[in-house]
């Protein structure tokens, strides 16, 4: 629109953007802000606001400390990439929605889908679109003074339209594949529950290329999983699920969101069947069962559950998920950093997500040293005040020189995050110089002031003790410590090796799953000495073996006295499995039950209600943040309605349930200040600070409702 007028493209990290909006504002050129922020420049008010005067018969407009002439032909753009902008800017700029909808970005993924698959296809139909002669003027003009020319043309448009049907017959059949893109909706509302979970629309169809439908869900799933927290992988589980139900009308929305909000007050304001007994069943409770039990509530939610299922809704879950998608939907891939490092590029940079007690520093380390990058190729900082511009020096060096840079505690700097992300932004562009063996690393806290565009770019990872007695073996295994051939076959006892291993493992997974100790001691050296005490006596020093895991290692973490005791106790349970070959040991793995039983940690059924209840709690609520977005774009829902919709429903019906205030009055004659009763005066004061709040909440409703239908 504006390339013909010189457009200029600027951001507001770039050191000269003061200069060349002056300029454009000067000669009339447009110019393009890119990744806005939720709080602007203040010197760009006045543009905003077009506080423009007369000076000297020109017109002119303060800029900072300098007043320039203003062109009328100017024009700024800006683009952001937050879904809302503060309402003190909102109103002086004029606001557009280009946040893509499911079917545009279906047509999309679909013509690149079928480019891959079946390019002489797309080629044909690009053809036919630009050859399409009843679209040209000329054509036109020709046909209406020649009969025996428009019968031959028309005839050549009926094949064209023939082959043009055909085409597309063969395109709609990739079609199931172009719409997974329903997915991005899903990834994209992720952030609601946790700010560090961000990811770009360009990152979506480059996992997709290589493979179709059914691959590509899965590649997603492990992708996206391995930058979640421990937490909220099984809700991502969840949303997939009922993401892909949705896209294939499997799923009624209403279901769906009676299984995450329950029955909202609505329902019970329409059941024809009265409560029988308010004393046994609240208005609430009874509006649910009503809602469960008329046909088809939550359908696709019906499953068969066994006893630990219907007690764990955890476990429910994980069978409606492994029940639709599959049981692979359910068991998150283990940690690989080396697949996480071969994901980035000399482009991309590599985030790890820290969580308290994991240190990623010495796998890493690890890696480099294998890779050749040991030493002084890979260099390293811890951020903080007045660290930044060294590592910006460190980062600008490793870009020639083609090292490794690791900069740690990203979230202590967010004075110096803005520059971070201009070099990161700087080092994606195509122009930009940068060794094809340079890498950054960034480590962060949780942290809502880091830069959006930066986790969306980058490749995102963490690595949390997995939640499960089953994973957490998994992954103990699977370790480059005890999954090395050589170490796992080198000890001079093998039998009685392999069985105090497999113990060791048991006892950390408990002591870990049961949050009796922090989960941050290197389980890899204490393998490696238990190995060492194997090999160097005859006979195997139990007692030894026994003071050293259970005091010092792990005992060292605990400081009561009754807590080391129970961990000595635990240690003495699970220190001898039977099984002979590491092969042996994975397949034991692999067919333990996905939830444990409180039993194996030695406790009552009744302590596990506890957890389970904070479990779904969080969960449910996590599903919530999400359900705004999920809703506006989540596709394939039919009838939905929107979340303004939804508010007036539920403010109506909350307006026709408050009650009305109390007559103070009345209240007054009826308990009159007395003396020997004064509860009286307490009744009054309660009254009348009720009836406060009845107006605060009658006003929010009526406020709610007149600016939803606005």
Not at 389 to 409: F, S, T
Not at 475 to 503: Q, T
Request: with cysteine; charged share 25%; hydrophobic share 40%.
């Amino acid at each position: 629109m504006e390339k013909d007028n010189n457009l200029q493209v600027l951001k507001l990290t770039d050191p000269d953007y003061v200069r060349n909006l002056e300029n454009a504002i000067i000669f009339g050129a447009p110019v393009l802000l890119e990744n806005d922020k939720e709080e602007l420049d203040p010197i760009l008010d006045t543009v905003l606001q077009k506080k423009t005067f007369k000076s000297g018969g020109s017109t002119c407009i303060r800029l900072g400390d300098a007043v320039i002439e203003y062109a009328d032909s100017f024009r700024l753009y800006i683009t952001t990439k937050l879904r809302n902008y503060l309402p003190e800017l909102s109103v002086k700029v004029s606001l557009l929605n280009f946040m893509i909808t499911p079917e545009g970005l279906e047509d999309q993924l679909l013509r690149i889908v079928v480019a891959k698959e079946r390019p002489e296809l797309e080629e044909e139909k690009i053809q036919l679109i630009l050859h399409n002669i009843l679209e040209n003027e000329t054509a036109i003009k020709v046909l209406s003074s020649s009969n025996i020319l428009s019968v031959e043309l028309f005839e050549k448009q009926k094949v064209a339209e023939e082959t043009e049907r055909k085409i597309d017959e063969t395109r709609d059949s990739y079609r199931p594949i172009a719409r997974r893109v329903v997915l991005f909706f899903c990834i994209a509302c992720l952030v609601n529950v946790e700010s560090m979970y961000q990811y770009s629309l360009n990152w979506v169809p480059k996992r997709r290329l290589k493979n179709l439908e059914a691959y590509f869900t899965y590649s997603l799933y492990c992708n996206i999983c391995r930058s979640l927290f421990e937490k909220d992988k099984l809700l991502f589980s969840l949303l997939l699920c009922a993401c892909v139900l949705r896209s294939r009308a499997e799923l009624d929305p209403q279901d769906f969101s009676f299984f995450t909000f329950g029955a909202v007050g609505v329902a019970a304001a329409v059941d024809p069947n009265p409560n029988p007994d308010p004393s046994v069943f609240s208005d609430k409770i009874w509006a649910e069962l009503g809602h469960l039990f008329a046909p088809p509530a939550v359908r696709a939610f019906r499953i068969d559950l066994n006893p630990l299922e219907r007690r764990c809704p955890a476990a429910a879950v994980q069978e409606c998920v492994k029940t639709k998608l599959g049981p692979k939907f359910i068991e998150p891939p283990t940690f690989d950093l080396a697949a996480s490092l071969e994901d980035s590029s000399s482009r991309t940079p590599l985030i790890f997500i820290l969580s308290p007690g994991v240190d990623h520093m010495a796998q890493l380390l690890k890696f480099a040293d294998d890779k050749g990058f040991g030493g002084q190729k890979c260099q390293s900082i811890s951020l903080g005040q007045g660290r930044g511009p060294i590592a910006a020096a460190i980062i600008k060096e490793a870009q020639k020189a083609g090292c490794w840079v690791v900069l740690h505690d990203c979230h202590l700097a967010v004075s110096w995050l803005q520059a971070l992300e201009k070099i990161v932004d700087d080092m994606a562009a195509a122009s930009a110089s940068v060794h094809k063996d340079f890498r950054l690393r960034l480590t962060s806290y949780p942290s809502d002031r880091f830069p959006a565009s930066i986790l969306q770019h980058g490749v995102k990872m963490t690595n949390e003790p997995p939640n499960g007695i089953k994973a957490t073996l998994l992954k103990n295994f699977v370790s480059d410590r005890v999954a090395n051939v050589k170490f796992f076959g080198g000890c001079s006892k093998p039998l009685e090796w392999e069985k105090l291993l497999f113990g060791l493992c048991m006892f950390h997974a408990v002591v870990q799953i049961g949050r009796i100790i922090w989960h941050s001691f290197p389980f890899r050296n204490i393998v490696r000495q238990l190995q060492m005490f194997m090999d160097e006596y005859a006979e195997i020093p139990f007692k030894a073996l026994v003071y050293l895991t259970g005091e010092c290692n792990y005992g060292g973490r605990v400081t009561d006295d009754w807590d080391r005791r129970t961990l000595m106790n635990i240690l003495s349970t699970f220190y001898c499995p039977a099984v002979e070959k590491y092969q042996d040991y994975l397949a034991y793995i692999k067919q333990l039950p996905l939830n444990q039983e409180p039993e194996v940690f030695g406790v009552h059924d009744n302590s596990d209600i506890a957890k389970q209840f904070a479990d779904t709690k969080n969960m449910l609520g996590s599903i919530q943040k999400t359900q705004e977005q999920s809703a506006a774009g989540g596709g394939g829902g039919g009838g939905t309605k929107s979340s303004d919709e939804i508010v007036v429903e539920v403010a109506t019906y909350m307006l026709a349930r408050i009650p009305s205030t109390f007559s103070i009055e009345a209240a007054a004659q009826r308990y009159p200040v007395n003396y020997n009763e004064s509860m009286n005066t307490v009744l009054i004061q309660e009254m009348i600070r009720f009836n406060r709040l009845i107006q605060v909440i009658l006003t929010s409703l009526i406020k709610c409702r007149k600016l939803s239908a606005a």
